[in-house]
C-alpha cells in the first residue's frame, strides 16, 4: 500500500466530511446538548440544596421558643422552687409567681399581643396537675406549650424526689433522658463523584461509544455512496488503489470521531467548571460542584489505554461493515435499506450493553455483551469504568473482537474492488458471498 495516495485518502475524507453542512450542525447541536446536560449536574442539586437549606433556615426559625413570660401559680402545697431549672431550660424565659385565677388569666390572654403564658399547679384526687393557658392567636405554637409543660412537671418531679431524701447525683441520673432514633443501613462514605463512577459515567460512557462508533461508520458508507453517485470514486481509482480507499476512508473518519470525541470531553469539563462556579455565586454559594478532573484522576492509566482500544477496534468493526455497504449501492435513497442489517446489529449490540451495565449483576446478560463482537465495544469499557469487569471477559472479548475484524476484512478486502464500481441495483449478500469465492 503506498502511504502518501492512503494520506492523500485520508486527507480528501476528512475535508469532504467536515465542508459538508450536516456535519457542522451535528458538531454544534451535540455540543451545545452536552454542556446543556452536564451544566444541570451542577445546577440541579445546587437548586435542590438550596431548598434545603432554606427548609432548614425555616424549620430553625419555626422551631424558636417563642414564649418570653410565664405567669406561675401553685395552689398545689407543693413548695417547690422550680425557678433556677426553669430558667437553665430557658435562658430567655421570665417565671413570674402569681395569684391570678383561670378566670383573670383567660381575660388577660384574651386580647394580649404578648408572648406569655399562664401555667397552673393544683392538687386533684388522683394526684398533682400542671396546666397551661396560652392565648388563642397563633403566636405561641402548641410545640412550644407543650415543651414548657413539661419541663414545669419534670422539675415538679425532681423536687419531690429530693424532698422524699433522693440523693442529687443518683437523682441526675435517674432522671437523664433516654434518646431514641431510627437509622438505616447505607454506605454513607461514597461520595458523589464515586457515585458517578460507579453509575452514571458508565451509561454515559455506553451510549457516547455507541453514536461515535456507530455514526461515523455510517458516514463512512454515506461518503463512499456520495462519491460514487458524483463519479468521483472513479477519478479516486484512477490514483490510488481500492485497499488504500478502503482503509483511508476508515482512517480519516476515525481521526474525525476521535476529534469530535476529545472536543466532547473537553466541553464536558468546561461545562462542569464554569456551571461549578456559576452555581455558587448566582444560586447557592455552599453548592458542592461536581470535580470532573477528579474523576478522570481517579481511572487507572491500564483502564483508559483498555477503553480507548476498544473503541477503536469498535469503529473498525462498523467502518468496515458500512464501507462495504457503501460500496454495494450506487444512490443514496438505496443507502437507508442497505444499511438497514447494519443498523439493527448495532442497535442491538448497544442495547445488549446497555441492558448489560444497568443489570451489572446478572452474569449471563454481561457475558453475552461481553463475547459478542457487536456489543463488546459499547459494553467492556463502560464495565472497565464501572468496576464490573472480569480479567477474563476483556481478554476474550478482546480476541474475539480482533478476529471478526480480521476475518471481516479479509473478505471485504476480496470483494471491494469489485463492487466500489458497481452501479445499477444494489448488490446483496449472496452475491458478496459469490464474489468473495471467485476472488480465491
Given amino acids: 500500500m503506498d502511504l502518501r495516495k492512503f494520506w492523500k485518502v485520508v486527507k480528501f475524507t476528512i475535508t469532504q466530511q467536515v465542508k459538508g453542512k450536516s456535519f457542522k450542525v451535528s458538531t454544534i447541536i451535540i455540543l451545545l446538548a452536552v454542556a446543556i446536560m452536564t451544566s444541570l449536574v451542577n445546577i440541579i442539586p445546587a437548586i435542590q440544596d438550596k431548598k434545603a437549606n432554606n427548609k432548614e433556615i425555616v424549620n430553625s426559625e419555626e422551631t424558636e421558643f417563642k414564649i418570653n413570660t410565664a405567669y406561675y401559680n401553685d395552689n398545689s402545697g407543693l413548695n417547690i422552687d422550680i425557678s433556677n431549672d426553669i430558667k437553665n431550660s430557658f435562658k430567655d424565659l421570665d417565671l413570674v409567681n402569681t395569684s391570678d385565677s383561670k378566670e383573670i388569666a383567660s381575660e388577660k390572654l384574651k386580647d394580649t399581643e404578648e408572648n406569655m403564658v399562664y401555667i397552673f399547679v ?16 397563633d403566636k405561641i405554637v402548641k410545640a412550644d406549650a407543650k415543651v414548657l409543660v413539661e419541663a414545669v ?33 447505607k454506605d454513607a462514605t461514597i461520595t458523589m463523584e464515586e457515585r458517578i463512577m460507579k453509575t452514571i459515567l458508565p451509561m454515559v460512557a455506553c451510549f457516547l461509544l455507541f453514536y461515535i462508533i456507530y455514526f461515523y461508520g455510517y458516514w463512512v458508507a454515506n461518503s463512499i455512496v456520495a462519491e460514487k453517485t458524483s463519479r468521483v470514486m472513479e477519478l479516486l481509482l484512477t490514483s490510488t488503489k ?24 473537553l466541553t464536558v ?11 455558587q455565586k448566582l444560586i447557592f ?47 443514496l435513497e438505496d443507502l437507508q435499506m442497505a444499511m438497514m442489517p447494519v443498523t439493527l446489529v448495532g442497535i442491538f449490540g448497544f442495547y445488549l450493553a446497555y441492558a448489560a451495565v444497568i443489570a451489572h449483576g446478572s ?50 478486502v476480496r470483494v471491494y474492488s469489485v463492487v466500489i464500481l458497481h452501479t445499477g441495483n444494489r448488490v446483496k449478500i449472496k452475491d458478496l458471498i459469490s464474489i468473495f469465492t471467485k476472488e480465491q
Fill in 122 to 137: 393544683s392538687k386533684g384526687e388522683l394526684g398533682y396537675s400542671v396546666e397551661l393557658l396560652k392565648p388563642g392567636n
Fill in 285 to 331: 454559594e455552599g453548592a458542592k460542584a461536581i470535580d470532573i478532573t477528579g474523576i478522570i484522576a481517579k481511572i487507572p492509566l491500564m483502564q483508559m489505554i483498555a477503553v480507548i482500544v476498544f473503541f477503536i477496534l469498535g469503529y473498525v468493526l462498523y467502518s468496515i461493515l458500512n464501507a462495504l455497504v457503501g460500496a454495494t449501492v450506487s444512490k
Fill in 269 to 279: 469539563i468546561l461545562s462542569l467548571k464554569i456551571s461549578g462556579q456559576l452555581a
Fill in 363 to 412: 452474569k449471563a446478560v454481561a457475558t453475552a455483551a461481553a463475547y459478542i463482537p457487536f456489543s463488546s465495544p459499547f459494553y467492556i469499557p463502560s464495565a472497565i469504568l464501572a468496576g464490573n469487569a472480569e480479567m477474563s471477559q476483556i481478554i476474550i472479548g478482546l480476541i474475539i473482537l480482533i478476529v471478526t475484524i480480521v476475518l471481516l476484512m479479509l473478505f471485504t
Fill in 242 to 265: 481500492a485497499m488504500e480507499l478502503l482503509v483511508g476512508k476508515c482512517v480519516g473518519m476515525g481521526l474525525l470521531a476521535i476529534s469530535q470525541f476529545a472536543t466532547i470531553i
Fill in 153 to 185: 412537671s419534670s422539675s415538679l418531679d425532681a423536687g419531690r424526689l429530693i424532698g422524699a431524701g433522693v440523693n442529687p447525683e443518683a437523682l441526675q441520673n435517674v432522671m437523664a433522658p433516654i434518646g431514641t432514633d431510627i437509622l438505616e443501613a
